[in-house]
């Protein structure tokens, strides 16, 4: 088994919200591995449509309840443009005028625009 990422926390009971320091991808046909050492939490005990799945001690993967279909119960976050909050533009006009400003992003359909004054003011 090859381990990417590996992340450890200590959580307090009740609700425990992890966001991690950067986006991790996962691929489809890769798992993610949560081991819980004291108890067993963030597992749907509902029945799902399919279960997930747990490593046992005789190296193979079997199903969290024998009978049930049980799920870790993880939101991922999947919308990848909401991580970058702002950038810095520096550009220097030649000229007094209003100015458009547009901004085009390449992995999505999203624009930015905005309307620029540049003044003969000095500062």
Known sequence: MNIEYEFNYDL????????LTQPLP?????FVMMT???????????????SDLVWNTTTQ??????????RFYLNPITNY???Q?????????????IYT?????????QLYEQIINITDCKL
Request: glycine fraction near 4%; proline fraction near 0%.
């Open 12 to 19: 307090a009971r009740g609700y425990n919200k992890i966001i």
């Open 61 to 70: 993967w079997t199903k969290l309840a024998e009978f049930l279909n049980w």
């Open 26 to 30: 996962v691929k489809r046909g890769q």
């Open 81 to 83: 443009t909401t991580y």
């Open 36 to 50: 819980q050492i004291t108890a067993r939490i963030a597992i749907d005990t509902n029945n799902s449509t399919y």
């Open 101 to 109: 400003l547009r901004l085009n992003f390449t992995s999505s359909n």
């Open 85 to 97: 909050t702002s950038f810095n533009l520096v550009h220097s006009y030649s000229s007094i005028g």
